[in-house]
């Protein structure tokens, strides 16, 4: 499923989980909008992209050090780890 080439994070992960609400949690609260929306593979949160305003899933990573999201987004099958700076399209 995961390139050989991934950084041991992609490597880890066994099941991608994606969002089902589509929707990002912490926008939601806020009244905001978002662009893109993705999903962390460590709790399950979906989160907006860097180009939402809000940046939230990548603020998200910065509290938690939770390395690698997948896109929640129709279609797309990748992921990517933060501290490795590593794209995947599984």
């Known amino acids: 499923m995961i390139d050989q080439d ?3 994070h992609i490597k880890a992960i066994k099941k991608v989980v994606v ?3 589509r929707v990002c949690e912490e926008c939601i609260k806020i009244q905001g909008n978002w662009v893109h929306l993705r999903t962390c593979q460590t709790c399950g ?3 907006c992209c860097d180009s939402s305003t ?3 899933m990548t603020k998200h990573y910065h509290e938690t050090q939770h390395p690698v ?3 929640a987004e129709k279609g797309e099958r990748w992921l990517w780890c ?3 700076e590593k794209f995947v399209d599984y």
């Open 6 to 8: 991934s950084c041991s």
């Open 82 to 84: 933060y501290p490795d």
């Open 69 to 71: 999201i997948a896109s």
């Open 54 to 56: 809000h940046k939230h």
């Open 45 to 47: 949160q979906t989160l």
């Open 19 to 21: 969002g089902k609400n």
